[in-house]
């Protein structure tokens, strides 16, 4: 599956790359507002008067249905209050990243640029 010819006809393939794109974008949204999340609480924890653990720090998203909002934004949550979001309707922004990296035939999205 090297090749986008060998798996999808001509008629679908700019569509095909579109879609690719969109995600490779959306990925990198993603990524760039996660590493945002983390200097975000990097900083906010070095001032702190309570230290707070790596395992205490969680960044993520409520899935369509558990939220209360119309607009993409990211939680970066530090401390005891991360026991909330561990239910069905928050993913975790690697569980996000992970799921863009790949296509859902487990094919890696980057093998399908064509520069």
Known sequence: MNNLNETHNTNNLNLYQLKIFIILHILTIVQRMKAIGE???ETQIKYSEKPVSSYS???GFHIP???SVDHLHM???AGK???MFSFAGF???DNVIKGLE???DG???CLFLDY
Do not use: D, M, W
């Open 107 to 109: 094919s890696p999205v």
């Open 81 to 83: 209050q991360t026991r």
């Open 102 to 104: 790949e296509l859902p």
């Open 65 to 67: 249905g558990a939220n």
């Open 57 to 59: 720090i969680k960044y």
């Open 39 to 41: 200097s975000f609480l």
């Open 91 to 93: 993913a975790t922004a």
């Open 75 to 77: 939680h970066c949550i």
